[in-house]
């Protein structure tokens, strides 16, 4: 009996103090749900949006209801997020002054969506999904080609401040991996070279042409049509005449 309860002990201690397996590359923004001040993120460092966008912001607060502004959250943060490249502390604030919110109902939006980038983000941002549907068709090559193009690890960004480089899940793009979003485009059904050509393009200053490399418009098959090969009937088809 004894013998058993060592054995159950020591197997427990075992569990305590293993370490959970990751099985994927820690995400850029779960990196800072604490904030921290740094030196280029603190409060003491004045945000204000733009006369251009100060006039956006103007435009869709009026979208909403009086009573219900704070539904322009986010479209606010994502305006702020354009203007300065990132979301700095000052910006959240920035929003929550003109929405008269507390600071804290601004903090849960901008740490819970992704898009959002609480540190520094390279000029370029390549996220490169690796979930089940394009780690099928390639994506650990894509992302590998990545690195070596790019000289960065996930969640690194250059010294240059031209790069940043993360790992993510799905982006709703599955028929058409494996894909990559490079800030607001979608490059999809991808290869090592087609991903080496669009970020030679992008260091080049060169605007390479989102959607599919493969030639598909869409998300059709590759290749010939397989059905559907002739026109449509017409209306009327299969209608009963004496209806």
Request: charged share 25%; with cysteine.
């Amino acid at each position: 009996m004894l013998k058993t309860v060592k054995a159950i002990s020591t197997n427990l201690r075992r569990v305590v103090t293993t370490r959970a397996l990751q099985t994927s590359a820690s995400l850029q923004h779960d990196s800072l749900f604490v904030h921290r001040d740094t030196p280029e993120d603190n409060p003491d460092i004045k945000f204000e949006f733009t006369p251009e966008n100060k006039k956006r912001a103007e435009a869709i607060m009026a979208i909403y209801p009086e009573g219900h502004k704070r539904a322009a959250m986010i479209p606010l943060l994502d305006l702020a997020q354009r203007q300065y490249g990132w979301l700095p502390i000052s910006a959240m604030h920035h929003v929550a002054d003109i929405l008269n919110l507390p600071k804290m109902r601004v903090y849960e939006v901008a740490t819970f969506y992704t898009m959002f980038m609480r540190k520094p983000t390279g000029k370029y941002h390549v996220q490169v999904c690796t979930t089940t549907p394009c780690w099928l068709r390639g994506s650990d090559e894509i992302l590998e080609a990545c690195k070596k193009s790019l000289g960065i690890e996930v969640g690194e960004t250059s010294k240059d401040m031209m790069w940043t480089l993360s790992e993510v899940e799905c982006l709703g793009a599955c028929v058409n991996a494996p894909m990559v979003q490079i800030n607001d485009d979608y490059y999809e059904d991808l290869t090592v070279k087609d991903t080496e050509e669009i970020l030679s393009d992008l260091k080049s200053d060169k605007k390479p042409a989102p959607g599919p490399r493969s030639g598909r418009y869409a998300a059709e098959p590759i290749g010939e049509p397989t059905s559907l090969k002739g026109d449509p009937p017409g209306p009327g088809f299969g209608v009963r005449s004496d209806l």
